[in-house]
């Protein structure tokens, strides 16, 4: 990494594993995250040790019987908090996004999904509870061509435009749990709007989509929650970290009353494949 510059890391790559596991279900859980503070808070659940140098954190995350794996682009600090598209998995790209978003649900088969995107000036933690499809004219443009999404991606071939999805996250859960540690005190659920008409939106509703394929009990490999929360810009990464954790304890602590406990735990072994103010992504 050259002195002269700062970058946020990304996972390039997917812990594959053999996952801790019941008959119809992992015991993984993925989250995502855009532009800073989020890229940037999640980054101890990289499996990738050059770009996580302290170590993966999520194998069998605090003894919970859960692993975590985060994937997020990379970013190079222009000192302006202008991101841009950045570089890697889910960049602030569409067509990225929605590649990116098949390639690794098919291979960790998520049990939960937490999609966070940084959200409006402020320290905040905004749940969303809706996501929309919206027409692809009606989604804003992203940096590079085509710059909106297209008919022929997986989700405008399995759900009508204009379709609302809704969050499976522990809602409540998380913001009593987030605004009592005191770390954030303006934690609440968003239960009038959706996620915007950009990426933050596009994820989010990838996430919930993924959990109304998944969720019934005759799921291949079943998920059993899955939502997006915002993290205000001003947000210091301290904080959100500490407000991270505490939202996939709420998460790991939910599945725990959803999901059978297994007859045994399965070794983790990672397999690693390295590989602008007022929007919200």
């Known amino acids: 990494m050259h002195p002269a510059r700062r970058h946020f890391l990304v996972i390039l790559g997917l812990g594959a594993v053999t996952p801790l596991a019941s008959a119809d279900n992992t015991r993984n859980i993925m989250i995502t995250g855009y532009w800073p503070p989020t890229a940037n808070m999640v980054q101890r659940f990289s499996t990738n040790p050059e770009l996580n140098p302290e170590g993966w954190v999520g194998g069998n995350w605090e003894g919970r019987g859960y692993n975590v794996y985060s994937y997020f682009p990379t970013f190079i600090d222009d000192g302006d908090n202008n991101w841009g598209q950045g570089s890697g998995d889910f960049e602030v790209d569409y067509q990225d996004t929605s590649a990116d978003w098949q390639r690794i649900t098919s291979e960790i088969k998520p049990a ?3 999609t966070f995107s940084r959200g409006n ?6 749940i969303e509870s809706r996501h929309n499809l919206r027409a692809p004219e009606n989604w804003a443009a992203d ?16 759900l009508d435009i204009g379709t609302n999805l809704y969050s499976s996250l522990p809602m409540e859960a998380i913001r009593d749990a987030v605004i009592d540690s005191g770390v ?18 596009f994820i989010g509703l990838h996430g919930v989509w993924y959990n109304s394929l998944n969720s019934a009990p005759d799921a291949e490999w079943r998920n059993f929650a899955a939502g997006h929360i915002h993290v205000g810009i001003n947000t210091p990464l301290d904080a959100a970290i500490a407000a991270t954790e505490i939202s996939i304890r709420e998460v790991t602590d939910y599945l725990d009353t959803v999901i059978p406990a297994p007859g045994t735990l399965a070794a983790v072994a990672p397999l690693v494949m390295v590989g ?4 919200r992504a």
């Open 112 to 114: 939960a999904i937490i």
């Open 121 to 126: 000036r402020g320290t905040n933690w905004e």
């Open 143 to 158: 940096y590079s061509e085509p710059f909106r999404p297209t008919l022929d991606m997986p989700i405008f071939q399995s």
């Open 184 to 201: 954030i005190n303006n934690a609440y659920i968003d239960e009038n709007g959706t996620g915007g008409n950009y990426l933050s939106e």
């Open 276 to 279: 602008g103010v007022g929007r």
